[in-house]
T-cell receptor, first 111, second 115 residues
């Protein structure tokens, strides 16, 4: 079952912050975050494996609340290069590492 | 490693024709995924293999779609007969289940246009 992402789209000015949310109706084993530039393949950003875990990547970090089956991606002091579509991918418990993706959040950072 | 390799990069075919998409996963990876991406439906998981065995094909749209993984280094996704609504970008991804680095690596995709 696909996770649900919100918002669907975000427009930011350079230097502003954004939060992208991902939620599932099923118990999760892990959450993956990917970014896709137009015309390119999705590129891995980070994975969160434990409930409550937070990870960081440059000025992009994420949290995973296992109990609520939710994850959030935090983009701080956004840069033009952050523009793209962000996808969360989820692995459910007892489903191997089958990875299903949400509908994506389109992020545009303007100068 | 060269990463996940997909071929062809672009395919234009006429409705009713058979289409075969190919994927070479990263050497040593034991999980392989086929996804379809469209504006309307996002990234849909079509089928998932683990150790060359199909584990879940519930995302395959209909019987016109079939996928095989005859060995650890090659997989195909076949559409027969193709229809205009199959037009999309098809991605193959691989990962190492149980490994220290569990993320999925995507190929560059095959853009399929059925006219």
């Amino acid at each position: 079952q696909q996770p649900v992402q919100s918002p669907q789209a975000v427009i930011l000015r350079e230097g502003e912050d954004a939060v992208i949310n991902c939620s599932s109706s099923k118990a999760l084993y892990s959450v993956h975050w990917y970014r896709q530039k137009h015309g390119e393949a999705p590129v891995f950003l980070m994975i969160l494996l434990k409930g409550g875990e937070q990870k960081g990547h440059e000025k992009i970090s994420a949290s995973f609340n296992e109990k609520k089956q939710q994850s959030s991606l935090y983009l701080t002091a956004s840069q033009l290069s952050y523009s793209g579509t962000y996808f969360c991918g989820t692995e459910q418990r007892n489903a191997g590492n089958m990875l299903t993706f949400g509908g994506g959040t389109r992020l545009m950072v303007k100068p | 490693d060269a990463g996940v390799i997909q071929s062809p990069r672009h395919e234009v075919t006429e409705m009713g024709q058979e289409v075969t998409l190919r994927c070479k996963p990263i050497s040593g990876h034991n999980s392989l995924f086929w996804y379809r991406q469209t504006m309307m439906r996002g990234l849909e998981l079509l089928i998932y293999f683990n150790n060359n065995v199909p584990i879940d094909d519930s995302g395959m749209p209909e019987d016109r779609f079939s996928a095989k993984m005859p060995n650890a280094s090659f997989s195909t996704l076949k559409i027969q007969p193709s229809e205009p609504r199959d037009s999309a970008v098809y991605f193959c991804a691989s990962s190492l289940r149980g490994g220290r680095v569990p993320e999925a690596f995507f190929g560059q995709g095959t853009r399929l246009t059925v006219v």
